[in-house]
């Protein structure tokens, strides 16, 4: 399946500590929707695309650009499905008024709810929103993410579990549910890594696909995302090009993954091959990391310097890893 994920926003209303994109609500700057129906048209005859997924940040916080670009993605012909923490369901009027329009052009929803995001987005809010979509009868799914799954053993875990449980109770039927580990990059990677990293060694597999998608391979051009800025990657903080400085289809006719020196890295040698690249740059490799993603993100931010048009788009990156 061919897969744009597009960023309309790096703003959202949650500062979550397991963000891979380093979200804060002061980064307000939105996608143009010319750029984005541009590329979808493009990418339609280019690959077949067949599913475009909005998210952000947060894509409720600009509700008139969610839906004029879910209806007009409808008309091309492509699926479209909306990922966002339910903000906007501060009571029923608003949540249908948001959620009318995706499920009139048969668009589907997918809602965090976990933990990590219960500091900014109350509970009741992301009910209202499963309850009003149930009564549109659209389409929707959950997500959540977990410190370790399915062990469960940190407080923030078991009570994923128990809004997951809660919420199946008030609804009463088990909906759809995406949940597993979470990946160590982003604000991840500085804030929750070292509270499970201890003992598990450095990691020395080979990288071949982003670990967020089931065909992520990074020498197919079947997952891309766009973000504002015209950055195009494969969600990973590692650029294959920017649409506003090269045409998407020279980018794409391009694209060799071997010829990207990070990418070329992470498929011979793995995020090892790229920390070993970063300790010429000052990195200080450790004896534990979380995940090879905690591995190849420290190792990244190092790099910064080293390839700064290819370790984009910037939300990726918080640079305090070099020795001190």
Known sequence: MSVLKIHLTYACTASCDHCRFNCT??????IAPDLVIDCVNTLKKLNGLQLVILMGGEPGMFPK???SLTVEISKIGVDVRIETNASWATDDESAMRFLEPIYRCNASLMLSLD???EPYIPFDRVMRAINISEKFGGRYCLEAAYLEYPACWHEKDKRTMAMLKEAMAQVGKVPEVYQGTMLFNGRAARKLAHLVSAGRGIPNETCTKVPWWFNGELDTIELLELDPYGNLSKGCGISIGNIKKKSLVSIIEDYDARKNPV????MTGGPLALAIEAQKYGYCLKKNYADKCHL???SREALLTRYPEILMP???????????
């Open 115 to 117: 933990a990590w995001h």
């Open 296 to 298: 190849c993100q420290e």
């Open 65 to 67: 650009l969610t839906e």
């Open 263 to 266: 990418f070329a890295a992470l």
């Open 314 to 324: 910037m939300q990726h990156y918080h640079s305090e890893n070099k020795c001190h």
């Open 25 to 30: 609500c002061n980064d307000g700057a939105t």
